[in-house]
T-cell receptor, first 114, second 114 residues
C-alpha cells in the first residue's frame, strides 16, 4: 500500500539556519505529493505540492522537488524564522485507486529559536 | 466565520458518556472528512462524505458514528469510548474528491477520554 516516511523530530534550529526535512514515499501509481504545516493550536494547512516528477513546489520560502528516481520529496528552506516553528507533514495522494485518500507521514516538529 | 470550524475545541468525557463533535465549512465544498491525529502517528482517515453520502469508512469502530446532514456540516457522535480514543480529531473539506483537490482543515477537537 501507499506510505510516507519522514524524518523523526524534533528538530531545533537557530534563526536563519537551513532547514531540511526528509520525506520518502511508496506508491503503486503516480502520486501527487504534498507538504502540510500545522502551527500550534491550528489545523493543517497546505504548504506546497507537486503533481508530477521533477515538479518543484514552493511557498513562503519553502521548496520541495518531486524526485521519482529516489521516491523523495524533501522539504527545504534556506533561512528559517521563529514563525516557522510548527509540525510539518509530508503526504501523498495516489491516482491509482482511491485518489482522494491522503496518506500522511508521522510529522516532524520544528522549533526555531531566536 | 470563514474556512472550516470545529466545536468544541476541547472535550473531556468518561467512557460511558455520549457526546458529539461538530464541523462546519464555509467554503462551498462538497466533500468532508474526519481524521484522527494521535501523538507520533500519521493522521488516520476515518470517514469521507461526498455530497452528503458516505464514501469511506476506514474500519472505524462503531462507537464512532458520523452524520452529514448537508454538504456544510459534519458530525461525529461518540459513545462508550475507550481511553485509547483520546486524540485530536480533525475535520477537513475539499471541493471534490479527486487527487488534486486540496483539503482544508479545521483546528481540531482535542478529546480526552477518562
Amino acid at each position: 500500500g501507499d506510505s510516507v516516511t519522514q524524518m523523526e523530530g524534533p528538530v531545533t534550529l537557530s534563526e536563519e539556519a537551513f532547514l531540511t526535512i526528509n520525506c520518502t514515499y511508496t506508491a503503486t501509481g503516480y502520486p501527487s505529493l504534498f507538504w502540510y504545516v500545522q502551527y500550534p493550536g491550528e489545523g493543517l494547512q497546505l504548504l506546497l505540492k507537486a503533481t508530477k516528477a521533477d515538479d518543484k513546489g514552493s511557498n513562503k520560502g519553502f521548496e520541495a522537488t518531486y524526485r521519482k528516481e529516489t521516491t523523495s520529496f524533501h522539504l527545504e528552506k534556506g533561512s528559517v524564522q521563529v514563525s516557522d516553528s510548527a509540525v510539518y507533514f509530508c503526504a501523498l495522494s495516489d491516482r491509482g485507486g482511491n485518489d482522494y485518500k491522503l496518506s500522511f507521514g508521522a510529522g516532524t516538529t520544528v522549533t526555531v529559536r531566536a | 466565520e470563514t474556512g472550516v470550524t470545529q466545536t468544541p475545541r476541547h472535550l473531556v468525557m468518561g467512557m460511558t458518556n455520549k457526546k458529539s463533535l461538530k464541523c462546519e465549512q464555509h467554503l462551498g465544498h462538497n466533500a468532508m472528512y474526519w481524521y484522527k491525529q494521535s501523538a507520533k502517528k500519521p493522521l488516520e482517515l476515518m470517514f469521507v462524505y461526498n455530497f452528503k453520502e458516505q464514501t469511506e469508512n476506514n474500519s472505524v469502530p462503531s462507537r464512532f458514528s458520523p452524520e452529514c446532514p448537508n454538504s456544510s456540516h459534519l458530525f461525529l457522535h461518540l459513545h462508550t469510548l475507550q481511553p485509547e480514543d483520546s486524540a485530536l480529531y480533525l475535520c477537513a473539506s475539499s471541493q471534490g474528491i479527486g487527487f488534486n483537490n486540496e483539503q482544508f482543515f479545521g483546528p481540531g477537537t482535542r478529546l480526552t477520554v477518562l
